[in-house]
Nanobody
Framework: QVQLVESGGGSVQAGGSLKLSCTASGYTNSSSPMAWFRQAPGKEREGVASFYTISGATYYAVSVKGRFTISHDNAKNTVSLQMNSLNTGDTAMYYC???????????????????WGQGILVTVTS
């Protein structure tokens, strides 16, 4: 049984930083893509960043490009999202996703992922 558990969320002032971590258990397809998504109140779920473990390639939404960094630690079996220069627009529930598409063109689409964490709240205040 695959389980993804997010941690590291909380409240931070605009301009600050937070690091989210996702610990995976029971996940054997470690070569498949993993990603972070987010959903703000009244908005659709948005792909934030994806990571391809085989190639090491990363992909980011335009809204977070240059501010967020996704990484994968095989030893700890975790996927992290370092978020810098946060603004109020980043306030959302953040979700870890696993077993994504092999085609990177669809790596930020939520319907291409098979496993999901419960989500963790990030609040950015002004």
């Amino acid at each position: 049984q695959v389980q993804l558990v997010e941690s590291g969320g909380g409240s931070v002032q605009a301009g600050g930083s937070l690091k989210l971590s996702c610990t995976a258990s029971g996940y054997t397809n470690s070569s498949s893509p993993m990603a972070w998504f987010r959903q703000a109140p009244g908005k659709e779920r948005e792909g934030v960043a994806s990571f391809y473990t085989i190639s090491g390639a990363t992909y980011y939404a335009v809204s977070v490009k240059g501010r967020f960094t996704i990484s994968h630690d095989n030893a700890k079996n975790t996927v992290s999202l370092q978020m810098n220069s946060l603004n109020t627009g980043d306030t959302a529930m953040y979700y870890c996703a696993a077993a994504g598409p092999w085609d990177s063109r669809y790596s930020l689409r939520s319907d291409r992922y098979n496993y999901w964490g419960q989500g963790i709240l990030v609040t950015v205040t002004s």
